[in-house]
């Protein structure tokens, strides 16, 4: 069976980075894009960033345009997402998730979510 782990949240201050990590294990890698999404308290769970497969594309939410950078290693089953200059509104559990299709305006989530990692960034 499929599975994603994230790893690498934590507490940072604002101006601080992170790298979070989504090792994946059970299926294809290369065969699924990966997204990274969030959701903070008390708002709906928003779309990041996603890389495709096998081509390596990459697309960006608005907010963190500039300072996150979406990665993958596929001998490694690994995608990462480095996170610099965070802010307060970075704070939320951040999932990686398969998916069918990344591209600018469609995201297609496949079979599989990690269970989330925590990044909490102090002003």
């Known amino acids: 069976e499929g599975q994603l782990v994230e790893s690498g949240g934590g507490l940072v201050q604002a101006g601080g980075s992170l790298r979070l990590s989504c090792a994946a294990s059970?299926?294809?890698?290369?065969?699924?894009?990966i997204g990274w999404f969030r959701q903070a308290p008390g708002k709906e769970r928003e779309g990041v960033s996603c890389i495709s497969s096998p081509d390596g594309s990459t697309y960006y939410a608005d907010s963190v345009k500039g300072r996150f950078t979406i990665s993958r290693d596929n001998a490694k089953n690994t995608a990462f997402l480095q996170m610099n200059s965070l802010k307060p509104e970075d704070t939320a559990v951040y999932y990686c998730?398969?998916?069918?299709?990344?591209?600018?305006?469609?995201?297609?989530?496949?079979?599989?979510w990690g269970q989330g990692t925590q990044v909490t960034v102090s002003s």
């Open positions: 059970g299926f294809t890698f290369d065969d699924y894009g």
């Open positions: 998730a398969s998916l069918w299709l990344c591209e600018r305006a469609r995201w297609d989530v496949g079979d599989y």
